[in-house]
């Protein structure tokens, strides 16, 4: 099983800074199929990056992601209030993990 | 546009067999063309991968669930299922039906563009 390990687990800024979450893989993730979703309380995840830098449809251009290997981050540029939720990474090379989650909260 | 809508009954008792029922719209649940998922996630906790369905019967499944777990396809009534025998107190969680991006044709083992709303399933005596 290829355990993927986020951090920091929480990420406390404010609206209109950086954000910069982490996520390492116990072993590297073939053709850099790792994957990124945003949870907000109540509703089911959604699919933000895929390919680990290529952008989901409709998804703003204040997200990306860049990493291969073991080592995979996802940035979001400047912080808008509806960004504040919990972030999980996925691999899908072989049977999909996800990482236990960084959560962004309001400073 | 695909949407999932999952259906169940939200109350088991332990040793009792989960059954979910997940309605497809939008697309032919027996098309070549589509792969289907099932993933969980405990209240308060993370997202756990169940398995998966593609090219209409093959099947792939977490290996901590793999003997209790059966995915399958209905497509009379263009639904997926999902079956979990002898659950206990540890299976209580929030079950999402799941979808790659339609263009997807590479491998049984996909990240999910499309998600069902979740339905509870709460396992208590």
């Known amino acids: 099983e290829n355990v993927l390990t986020q951090s920091p687990g929480t990420l406390f800024l404010s609206p209109g800074e950086r954000a910069t979450l982490s996520c390492r893989a116990s072993?590297?993730?073939?053709?850099?199929?790792l994957a990124w979703y945003q949870q907000i309380p109540g509703q089911a995840p959604r699919l933000l990056i895929y390919?680990?830098?290529s952008r989901a449809t409709g998804i703003p251009d204040r997200f990306s992601g860049s990493g291969s290997g073991t080592d995979f981050t996802l940035t979001i540029s400047r912080l808008e209030p509806e960004d504040f939720a919990v972030y999980y990474c996925?691999?899908?090379?072989?049977?999909?993990?996800f990482g236990q989650g960084t959560k962004v909260e309001i400073k | 546009q695909l949407q999932l809508q999952e259906s169940g009954p939200g109350l088991l008792k332990p040793s009792e067999t989960l059954s979910l029922t997940c309605t497809v719209s939008?697309?032919?649940?027996?098309?070549?063309?589509?792969?289907w998922g099932w993933i969980r996630q405990p209240p308060g906790k993370g997202l756990e991968w169940i398995g998966s369905?593609?090219?209409?019967?093959?099947?792939y499944y977490n290996p901590s669930l793999d003997s209790r777990v059966t995915i399958s396809v209905d497509p009379s009534k263009n639904q997926l299922s999902l079956k979990l025998t002898s659950v206990t107190a540890a299976d209580t969680a929030v079950y999402y039906c799941?979808?790659?991006?339609?263009?997807?044709?590479?491998?049984?083992?996909?990240?999910?563009?499309?998600w069902g709303q979740g339905t509870l399933v709460i396992v208590s005596s």
């Open positions: 799941v979808s790659p991006p339609q263009d997807w044709h590479s491998s049984g083992y996909f990240h999910m563009a499309h």
């Open positions: 390919a680990a830098s």
């Open positions: 939008g697309g032919s649940i027996s098309s070549s063309a589509y792969y």
């Open positions: 369905m593609y090219q209409r019967g093959t099947t």
């Open positions: 996925q691999q899908y090379a072989t049977p999909p993990t």
């Open positions: 072993q590297s993730v073939r053709s850099s199929w």
